[in-house]
Antibody
Framework: QVQLVEFGGGVVQPGRSLRLSCAASGFTFSNHGMHWVRQAPGKGLEWVAVIWYDGSNKYSADSVKGRFTISRDNSKNTLYLQMNSLRAEDTAVYYC?????????????WGQGTMVTVSS | DIVMTQTPLSSPVTLGQPASISCRSSQSLVHSDGDTYLSWLHQRPGQPPRLLIYKISNRFSGVPDRFSGSGAGTDFTLKISRVEAEDVGVYYCMQATQFPRTFGQGTKVEIK
C-alpha cells in the first residue's frame, strides 16, 4: 500500500548532527514533491522544507536555513533531512509528507513521524 | 511570511450538531496561476495529520461529505455539518501559495 516510513530519530546533544530518512513505497516516488513538517511536543505543525520531484528545487523555513538540508534519492525511493548544529528548539516529531498531483496544498500521504530530542 | 490565524482555538461541540472553524490569512492566497492554495488537515491524538480539503473546497478522497470548505482571498471556513465522535482532534489550515508554507495554530474540537 501507499506509505511513508520515517527513520533516524533519537536523542542528540545540542550542536550535533542527525540524518532522517523517509522510505516511500506503493507509489512512483519520483513523480512527487516531498516535504518535511515538524511538531514540537504539545505544539502545532511547522513546515520545514520541500524538494521538487526531481530534486531540482528546494526551499526551507528560515528557522532551519543553513543548518538543515533536504535531499532525495529517487533510485532508492527515499527522502532525507540532514540536520546539523541542532538546537533544543529543534526537538519535535518530524513527519515526511507527499505532495499530491492535486496541488501544492494537498499533502495527501504522511508518515507516522520520528521523534528527535535535542538535549544534553 | 503569510500568517494564518484560526478561530476559535477550542470548540466544544455536541454530537450531531454543526461546527465551524475560521482561518484568516495575512495576505491574499490567490496564486499568480489563479488558484488559491488553502487546505485543511485533521490530526487525532498520537496520529499524523490527514488531508481533508484542498484548494479551499475540494474534499480529498474518502473524506465524508459532512466536511466542507469555503472562502476566498483571505477568509476561509471549514464546516462540519453534523459532528461525529471520530471528528475530535485538532484541525489546521495551511497555505501553499507562497514559501514558506504556513499553518494556522490549530483548533481543538472536542465533544461536550
Amino acid at each position: 500500500q501507499v506509505q511513508l516510513v520515517e527513520f533516524g530519530g533519537g536523542v542528540v546533544q545540542p550542536g550535533r548532527s542527525l540524518r532522517l530518512s523517509c522510505a516511500a513505497s506503493g507509489f512512483t516516488f519520483s513523480n512527487h514533491g516531498m516535504h518535511w513538517v515538524r511538531q514540537a511536543p504539545g505544539k502545532g505543525l511547522e513546515w520545514v522544507a520541500v524538494i521538487w520531484y526531481d530534486g531540482s528545487n528546494k526551499y526551507s523555513a528560515d528557522s532551519v536555513k543553513g543548518r538543515f538540508t533536504i535531499s532525495r534519492d529517487n533510485s532508492k525511493n527515499t527522502l532525507y533531512l540532514q540536520m546539523n548544529s541542532l538546537r533544543a528548539e529543534d526537538t519535535a516529531v518530524y513527519y515526511c509528507a507527499r505532495e499530491a498531483d492535486a496541488g501544492p496544498d494537498a499533502f495527501d500521504i504522511w508518515g507516522q513521524g520520528t521523534m528527535v530530542t535535542v538535549s544534553s | 511570511d503569510i500568517v494564518m490565524t484560526q478561530t476559535p482555538l477550542s470548540s466544544p461541540v455536541t454530537l450531531g450538531q454543526p461546527a465551524s472553524i475560521s482561518c484568516r490569512s495575512s495576505q491574499s492566497l490567490v496564486h499568480s496561476d489563479g488558484d488559491t492554495y488553502l487546505s485543511w488537515l485533521h490530526q487525532r491524538p498520537g496520529q499524523p495529520p490527514r488531508l481533508l480539503i484542498y484548494k479551499i473546497s475540494n474534499r480529498f478522497s474518502g473524506v465524508p461529505d459532512r466536511f466542507s470548505g469555503s472562502g476566498a482571498g483571505t477568509d476561509f471556513t471549514l464546516k462540519i455539518s453534523r459532528v461525529e465522535a471520530e471528528d475530535v482532534g485538532v484541525y489546521y489550515c495551511m497555505q501553499a501559495t507562497q514559501f514558506p508554507r504556513t499553518f494556522g495554530q490549530g483548533t481543538k474540537v472536542e465533544i461536550k
